[in-house]
C-alpha cells in the first residue's frame, strides 16, 4: 500500500525549501520563477504580459532557475515543478511578496504599469467578480 501521508509531508518540506530558495531571488525574477513553476503558466503568456519576446522571457526565467540551482537549500529539489495546491498560492504568494505580480482574483500573472495604484487584479472583469463577493455580507458568502 502506497502511503499518502509521507509523501504528503515530503511534498510540504520539499514545498518549504523552495519557497525559501524563491525569497532569495530579486523581486522580478521570483515572480517569473513562481509563475512557471508555482503556477505553471507559459512562457509566451509571461512574455506577453512583460511586452517582450518568448526568447527573453526564457532566458530572464532561466537565469532565475539557475540561481534556485545554486541555492543550496533547493539543491536537492530537481524534481519539483508545483508548489502544493492552488489554494496555498494566496499564502505562498503573500510570503514572497509577490501580491503586486499576481490577480488577487485569477492569480493571473499581471504587470504594474509604474504609475498611479498598484494594480491588485488584472483585469475590470477580476475587479468586478472580486468586488461582488467582498461586499456582500458574511452569511451570504456561500451562497451561489
Request: charged share 25%.
Amino acid at each position: 500500500m502506497h502511503d499518502l501521508t509521507s509523501n504528503a509531508v515530503i511534498g510540504k518540506v520539499a514545498a518549504e525549501q523552495l519557497l525559501v530558495g524563491l525569497a532569495r531571488l530579486e523581486t522580478s525574477q521570483r515572480a517569473l520563477v513562481f509563475a512557471v513553476i508555482g503556477m505553471e503558466m507559459s512562457i509566451a503568456s509571461i512574455a506577453r504580459s512583460l511586452n517582450i519576446t518568448p526568447g527573453e522571457a526564457q532566458q530572464r526565467i532561466q537565469d532565475g532557475l539557475d540561481a534556485l540551482r545554486r541555492d543550496e537549500a533547493v539543491q536537492e529539489l530537481a524534481g519539483v515543478y508545483c508548489i502544493g495546491d492552488r489554494g496555498d498560492f494566496h499564502a505562498h504568494i503573500a510570503r514572497l511578496q509577490l501580491e503586486d505580480w499576481f490577480c488577487r482574483w485569477c492569480l493571473g500573472f499581471q504587470v504594474q504599469r509604474g504609475r498611479g495604484r498598484t494594480r491588485i487584479t488584472c483585469s475590470d472583469r477580476c475587479r468586478r467578480e472580486m468586488h461582488k463577493i467582498t461586499r456582500q455580507k458574511p452569511a451570504d458568502l456561500g451562497k451561489g
